[in-house]
């Protein structure tokens, strides 16, 4: 086991170390940002300095290992447009995005799972059929429509719920969140909704699929023959063996919710760092892009070695299987 | 005399699928005393696995037994509600099938699956079940039962894996267990062992046992009676010796020919011409008429009833006579 | 023309399923409408000569000063929705199935070439498709996008390089069972050239699978080409995709012109719904452990 998770450790980190490097280099791709940085009339002099200044004139592999130098000290420079360092931009928005996020994986899996395993159980239900067309319906419509959609219904036409922004918030640990007042749910709430659908139905679709095979196999049909309540059957048998497949999209989707937030935080305005993205690509701001960039790469491969590790706890044949 | 513990009749279990109707078991009949033990013989998709099945209510949709009864202990099942079947299932009647690596579930350990099977009937303290579970698991014949308990079912062998089913079929101490294959995924040395044991638990604890095999050699060796399934129907049963010595049906008479052990060094083996007719849409007549030496065309049209001679019967318009076998 | 009794099966099971077959047949007269865009369309949205102001954000039914009715109203720049939303079909249909048609092309050639030569190759080249599965499609389309700039080939691409892995995974999924089985060992071991192997008896083995990842990546290549435009990272404005449309009109949705996004987006979500139903279907009869 604990070779296991070492070679995973040192896998990651070089997965980390490729990343750095094809962020950097494809950031480096997009024009220039001098010339969003300074006003089109700077004089050739005041453009030399500023280039000296950011350290653009060097070459670019001394420029990525500068880079990776104050990477590893946990300086990514300062962002272009706000001048501040990037590393406290990225940490002022992050709650916000880190809430919304949480809240939407959270409840599509608490609500999806039991529905998806009824879908599963009784195929042949209206009930079934009701949850599957939700899922179809949640699963192909684009999510920035979603949003659209939730906003002219709840904030333009009924005027219940506001259409963007966040609300107030209460600060614990230094860090402002949402969901700690009742305001800030007011604002939490279609964001959220809009961010969970899709993994609602992704949820549905994998406990259903996974309730529909395990209750056709003989470790079913066995179970039954013991006498095992078709409740026990899908508490302890069925839902102990989708198990294994659901966390391990838990987590990928918890990753890839953080990257649609992109979409969700730009509808609603939600001051996240989807929507920091997105200003700076606009902006160009280089630091900002590369930092998220990074920052989203190691939150992945984090949540890929959880997961490799939750599953191994899981699946007591994995755990033999790796360790031999 | 008294009631027989599980008594058959008739039983007919067909399945309703977009094709058509597929009968797959189709007029079933057998009497099981305690302690007795039956061969259910037939090629697959014979019927006799769905046959198994039935028994415990346990057919799947678009599967239903359309008629016929079965009586455990003089009461009905057929019919009962699902929550009552639930209870006499693994307390009263149980199964095992063919390959423990699929029946026995992979994520739990052996502790957890043999709780969940006695919680299903028994609210018992962690003591008593442990106990319990141990003694069952060493009678089956798997040695350091204790220390096994919280192993998971990938770490035992294919032929104790397969002993872990059966200590959880036994567990509430079954009058009777319908075995499917429970040897056909085992090597044939474990194959003999498990036989063995098999033998030794049926006369000590006097359960009945349904042991359903394509294979003549374990059920001659274990069975006392047998019957023979072809395209869902019984075609013959009766006491396995005088079945298998002097069989009555031209299937059955078949099945033994083709046995290797009645080929001569180096003969090819006998085959039953032609192949097992498909379940959907039965001819009207005798399904091994177009196959069997002795078919005619009544055979074809009229399907055989039941010919009952002493503790034996065939459905045969033109039986094997008994000095010619 | 005779249908092979299999395929006629297939589409005698496919009718049966009266859902996916209203689908199918959306599906097939959306493509037919904007195949034929510029015939049944009452303007080119194009022409920008044939536009006036005074048509700007009408309502649906609005007669406007070309002398005809605008079914679904008219955009910001007083274009006729309806014709803008048949030619925006025409944009979101060619992006999805060009990239759904090179992602398959690459990520089936990566799949099955990976399990054909096995070993360190293969798994090399898995574990980068894992490692990219693992990373979210839009993301890297998003990224991608971003720093192609916009236009329909680096939108092609971003699309593409977000999707091919699913259907190298799939096809290294079908092909490692495919290569264990007798027959393929047997042709491996005659002096047919790997080539042939993998075209001829690899290759038609792993089609089924790959079809039912190619029906719901196309639909979502289109739902991410939309999102992407939406967002501004997508086409140009000189193509206007249905994502672009809805993104014009989001600003005015709050002030209540709400048609200058929900038709397009009507369109798009419907075009979507009825490809992915279809896929399901095809799943679920290609499923050989749900047949009855």
Not at chain 3, 146 to 157: D, E, I, K
Not at chain 3, 272 to 290: C, K, S, T, W
Request: hydrophobic share 50%.
């Amino acid at each position: 086991m604990l070779g296991f998770i070492s070679s995973r450790i040192i896998q990651a980190l070089a997965v980390m170390l490729a990343m750095s490097m094809l962020v950097f280099l494809g950031v480096f791709a997009i024009g220039n940002p001098i010339d969003v940085m300074l006003a089109p009339d700077a004089t050739q002099d005041i453009r030399a300095q500023a280039i000296a200044f950011y350290g653009f004139d060097r070459p670019i592999w001394e420029q990525y290992l500068r880079f990776l130098g104050r990477l590893l000290q946990g300086d990514l420079g300062s962002s272009f447009v706000y001048n501040i360092p990037v590393m406290q931009l990225i940490l002022s928005r992050l709650p916000a995005t880190l809430e919304l996020t949480l809240i939407a994986v959270i409840s599509a899996t608490l609500i999806g799972v039991p529905l998806g395993m009824y879908a599963g159980y009784r195929p042949d239900a209206p009930l079934s059929r009701f949850i599957m067309a939700f899922s179809v319906l949640g699963f192909s419509v684009p999510t920035f429509w979603i949003g659209l959609v939730l906003i002219l219904t709840f904030a333009v036409t009924l005027g219940w719920l506001p259409a963007g922004g966040r609300g107030e918030t209460a600060t614990v640990f230094g860090l402002e969140w949402s969901f700690l007042t009742a305001d800030g749910w007011k604002f939490l709430l279609l964001p959220a909704l809009n961010l969970a659908l899709f993994k609602l139905s992704m949820m549905i679709r994998l406990a259903r699929s996974g309730t529909r095979e395990i209750m056709l196999s003989d470790t079913v049909k066995f179970a039954r023959a013991a006498g095992i309540s078709e409740w026990g059957v899908l508490r302890h048998h069925v839902l102990r063996l989708i198990l294994v497949p659901i966390v391990t999209v838990f987590g990928l989707e918890f990753g890839s919710t953080l990257a649609f937030a992109v979409v969700t935080e730009t509808i609603f305005s939600w001051p996240g760092l989807g929507k920091l993205i997105i200003e700076s690509i606009g902006s160009l701001d280089r630091p900002v892009m590369v930092a998220y960039l990074v920052l989203v790469a190691l939150l992945f491969i984090t949540i890929n070695l959880l997961v490799d590790l939750a599953y191994a706890a899981l699946d007591p044949r994995i755990r033999r299987g790796r360790n031999a | 005399m008294s009631a027989p513990l599980l008594e058959v009749r008739d039983l007919v279990t067909h399945f309703f699928t977009r094709a058509g109707v597929v009968k797959a078991v189709d007029g079933i009949s057998f009497t099981l005393n305690p302690g007795e033990v039956m061969g259910l013989v037939g090629e697959s998709g014979s019927g006799k696995s769905i046959t198994g099945f039935s028994l415990l209510g346990l057919v799947d949709a678009p599967g239903r037994i359309v008629a016929g009864s079965v009586k455990l202990n003089g009461q009905e099942l057929v019919g009962l509600p699902q929550a009552e079947l639930r209870r006499i299932r693994g307390k009263t009647m149980s199964m095992v099938f063919q390959d423990p690596a699929m029946t026995l579930n992979p994520v739990l350990t052996v502790r957890r699956q043999m709780r969940l099977a006695l919680a299903a009937h028994e609210r018992m303290s962690d003591a008593a079940a442990t106990a319990r579970c141990v003694d069952v698991l060493s009678r089956v014949g798997i040695p350091d039962a204790a220390r096994r308990l919280d192993s998971y079912p990938h770490e035992f062998s294919g032929g104790m894996r397969q002993r872990v089913a059966l200590a959880i079929a036994l567990l509430h101490r079954p009058a009777v267990i319908v075995a499917d294959e429970p040897t056909t995924a085992l090597d044939v040395s474990i194959q003999a062992q498990i036989l063995a044991e098999m033998k030794d638990l049926v006369r000590d604890s006097g359960t009945a046992l349904i042991w359903i095999s394509h294979d003549l050699a374990t059920v001659s060796s274990l069975a006392g009676k047998m019957a023979v399934m072809y395209a869902g129907r019984m075609v013959e049963t009766g006491p396995t010796g005088t079945v298998l010595s002097a069989p009555r049906h031209h299937y059955t008479r078949g099945l033994l020919d083709s046995l290797p052990s009645q080929a001569e060094p180096g003969q090819d083996l006998r085959q039953i011409p032609g192949s097992t007719p498909s379940l959907l849409g039965l001819p009207p007549g005798c399904p091994f008429a177009s196959r069997c030496p002795a078919g005619t065309a009544t055979c074809a049209q009229v399907s055989p009833e039941i010919t009952w001679e002493g503790g034996r019967g065939f459905r045969c318009h033109h039986p094997l006579v008994e000095a010619l076998a | 023309m005779t249908l092979n009794p299999n395929l006629r099966r297939f589409f005698s099971e496919f009718a049966e399923n009266k859902v996916a077959l209203v689908a199918a047949i959306i599906v097939l007269a959306i493509v037919l409408l904007a195949l034929l865009a510029p015939l049944v369309a009452p303007q080119d949205p194009y022409d920008l000569a044939s536009l006036t102001l005074r048509d700007a954000r009408r309502p649906p039914g609005y007669v406007g000063t070309q002398g005809y009715t605008h079914l679904l109203g008219t955009d910001a720049q007083g274009r006729d929705l309806l014709s803008a939303i048949l030619y925006g079909l025409r944009i979101s249909l060619q992006m999805g199935l060009v990239a759904g048609a090179i992602a398959f092309a690459l990520g089936a050639t990566i799949g099955t070439t990976a399990a054909y030569l096995g070993g360190r190759v293969e798994a090399v080249l898995m574990r980068v498709v894992d490692l990219q599965l693992s990373f979210p499609a839009i993301l890297l389309a998003f990224v991608l996008a971003a720093l192609l700039g916009q236009g329909r080939w680096p939108l092609t691409a971003a699309l593409v390089a977000a999707q091919y892995a699913y259907f190298a995974r799939t096809a290294h999924g079908a092909a490692v069972a495919e290569r264990q089985k007798d027959y393929v060992e047997a042709a491996l071991s005659t002096p047919l050239p790997g080539r042939t192997v993998v075209l001829r008896h690899i290759l038609p083995n792993c089609m089924a699978p790959l079809l039912v990842v190619g029906t719901v990546q196309v639909a979502s290549a289109i739902s991410l080409e939309a999102t992407l435009s939406f967002l501004g990272v997508g086409l140009p404005p000189t193509e206007p995709s249905l994502g672009m449309l809805i993104s014009n009109g989001f600003q005015y949705m709050l002030s209540g012109r709400y048609w200058i996004s929900i038709y397009p987006g009507v369109a798009l979500i419907v075009l979507i719904i009825a490809i992915n139903l279809v896929g399901d279907q095809i799943r679920d009869q290609l499923n050989p452990r749900l047949r009855r």
